[in-house]
């Protein structure tokens, strides 16, 4: 186990392992590693850490997750191997509990057979999980105890979730991942596949019953459809196609009892097909002949090397040949080529493919036949790569009687409001920033009443459109030299929050605020001498008990907001979401009115009592908090002398071109607390006044693109 293994045993940081290491000569020698990731005996760390007195217990989980980090095959195959084991143990308990009561050589030899028979069973004879053999799973005996064990605790399926959930965490670079927020909105936009027996307008909709995803990954999209009857997936990874066909069938329902048709995946007993295959889509497609209600797909993105040359005659590219540097274009294809007439599929997109000129023929030609419905830009964060706001693509496979579809319905939920924007600001990028309730309901709500407008032989306009947000585009508008479909080149923003009505009331709010700015502005200095004062440091006054110094994780309830850094530096209400639960033996940092927050990044200096408005939420990453003891120091004080910029500049540390604040280091003066609370009064009007004057600045630059865009669209007269 490495040093950060040990740190989660312990609860404690990787800087109190580095300190161990040093000031204890007993502590476990590496075993193994390099110099500057050493790895350490997990037995050997377990019982150093109970002589100390750190730890009573290995919790099994982690006891279990060490196991698998440090198989001699690679926590990879060790994996598989456990769940391998645990679809035996939830599909055929009495067979495990037969097997694994004789010894480690014996469950060895005996295991084979009945995993192959389970495999089979659930899974099919082409699957992507081939049947480890006796020598391969002698080493991962003592792994299979212990995961058995868990699932015991937890359930087959949550140990392996954890197990593949830590794994990913563990090699961050190596998996592309779909955001489950983002597998929602995908399964949500396919969730009401098109007509039952074909595409007849009108004819009665049902649920997705068959549904592939040709680039399935860790199987997240999967993982989204609600209660299909097939799901069907093919991987490039061998591994990860192994490990993605496990954790779907130990999140289906047991096959406990039932027969199941040999041969076949999910067999006629009610449990579904779950069929995943290794293999490259493009060049090696595993479903040549499946037609599927639904597709879903993170296709990798900018692929050169896809298969151009090979495929050129390839009949899947009914609307075109993609370009070498169009290969998204490639995988629209393959999906219209897997559905029925009348599926849908949902393709996560890159911004790029809506507009690079050499994709524009295939991009005409599935507008030209409607096969292209929808387009869904996404605000900046929603996925990998995180920096560019990334598109979804709705399609729908042309039936042979089926009229081309006259509009295309495009989205922008970037542009649904951020409260840490202020009003008509839009949203934020940014993954800790995204509202995605909004973004789904946004999304969802245009797609299904653009869809039903369209089947219903209604008109899609009206139903669909709503200013800034989404707009039915008839597709001869399209049809142009660059048939760019970028939804932000076809949504002008609204005059501000509607007219020349709304400009009035911001105009308003505006002129109060103003004459509130002029009301706050602080009158003249009077001039004094500087005198000599007695200092002291945060650091000193935290070890005297006057205030508490914590720094914040983000880690909360969920349904608690979390005050974020952005939030302190903009002056905004909480806007963050928890990062998820604090630490079985750590409280939520919750804050307190009174409070004064941080910021442990940045050179500006910036300090933030906390109103009771703000009270309550959660403390968010990179900030340091300061509670005073209200008897021995007064908040206002304590934050005013915190934004010295001189007391800053002492107290911070540089690496490379960032800064970071030591609040242990800021200075501020001995005083009587009479005397700290006038100081206090002073400090506070100054905050009132700055919040004014960035209320007035955001307001003001409201009113000024507001009236910007009122003239130039002809909602404000120029009277």
Known sequence: ???????????????????????????????????????????????????????????????????????????????????????LVRD??????????????????????????????????ARAVHTPGPAGLLPSVPLLRSTAELAAEAGAHRAFEFLFVRQLDANPRQYTLTPPDLAALMAALAKEDGPAGGPARGAARRPARTVLDPAAGTGALLRAVAGPAALYGQEADPDL???????LALRSKSASGAAGTPGAPGGDDGRGVIDVRAGDTLRYDAFPRL?????????????????????????????????????????????????????????????????????????????????????????AGAAPPYGIPLHLWVLRKPG???????????VDTARTPDPAAGAGGPAAGGRDRID???????????????????????????????????????????????????????????????????????RDR?????????????????????????????????????????????????????????????????????????????????????DVVVPVLGAAPVARVVDEATAGAVLGRNLQLLRPDPAALDPWFLAGFLRGTANNRQASSYASTSARLDARRLQLPRLPLAEQRGYGARFRALAEFEDALRTAGRLGGQLVQGMYDGLTDGTVAPE
């Open 291 to 379: 037609a599927v209600d639904v597709v879903l797909c993170h296709p990798p993105f900018n692929e050169r090397n896809w298969g151009h040359e090979d495929l050129a005659y390839d009949p899947r590219w009914e609307y075109g040949l993609p370009a070498r540097t169009e290969s998204e274009l490639a995988w629209v294809q393959h999906a219209l080529a897997r559905l029925r007439e009348g599926g849908t599929a949902v393709l996560l997109m890159p911004p790029a493919a809506a507009s690079r000129r050499s994709g524009r023929r295939i991009r005409a030609d599935l507008l030209r036949r409607g096969a292209l419905r929808a387009v869904v830009a996404l605000p």
């Open 241 to 247: 196609a192994a490990l993605t066909a496990l954790r």
């Open 92 to 125: 055929r308990p009495a067979a495990w509990l037969e097997i694994a009561a004789g010894p480690d050589a014996r469950m060895a030899e005996d295991l084979p057979g009945a995993l192959d028979e389970v495999l089979t069973r659930r899974l099919g004879t």
């Open 510 to 594: 505006l002129d109060a605020t103003l004459k509130l700015t002029a009301r706050l502005t602080p009158p003249p200095p009077a001039p004094r001498r500087p005198s000599r004062r007695t200092l002291t440091t945060v650091g000193e006054l935290a070890r005297s008990g006057a205030l508490h110094l914590r720094t914040g994780t983000g880690a909360g309830s969920a349904a608690a907001p979390v005050l974020t850094e952005h939030d302190v530096l903009g002056g905004t209400p909480p806007s963050g979401t928890a990062t998820g639960p604090a630490a079985p033996d750590d409280e939520p940092l919750l804050l307190e009115a009174g």
């Open 400 to 410: 042979a009687g089926d009229r081309p579809a006259p509009d295309l319905l495009v």
């Open 1 to 87: 186990m490495t040093a950060a293994g040990i740190a989660r045993l312990a609860g404690v940081g990787r800087a109190a392992v580095s300190n161990w290491r040093r000031r204890h000569p007993d502590f476990p020698r590496p075993v193994g590693g390099t110099d500057t990731s050493p790895s350490f005996s997990l037995p050997e760390v377990e019982q150093w850490l109970r002589d100390q007195g750190k730890l009573a217990e290995v919790p099994l989980r982690e006891r279990v997750w060490q196991q698998l980090a440090g198989h001699p095959a690679g926590a990879v195959t060790a994996l598989i191997h456990a769940g391998c084991a645990l679809l």
């Open 436 to 506: 995605w309730g909004a973004v789904r309901a946004a999304a969802v709500e245009a797609w299904q009443a653009f869809d039903r407008s369209t089947t219903d032989a209604a008109p899609a306009g009206p139903a669909a459109d709503r200013p800034g947000t989404s707009r039915a585009v008839p597709v001869i508008e399209l049809l142009d030299d660059d048939v760019d479909l970028a939804p932000a080149r076809h949504l002008p923003s609204p005059a501000t929050g509607g007219g020349a009505g709304e400009l009035g009331r911001v």
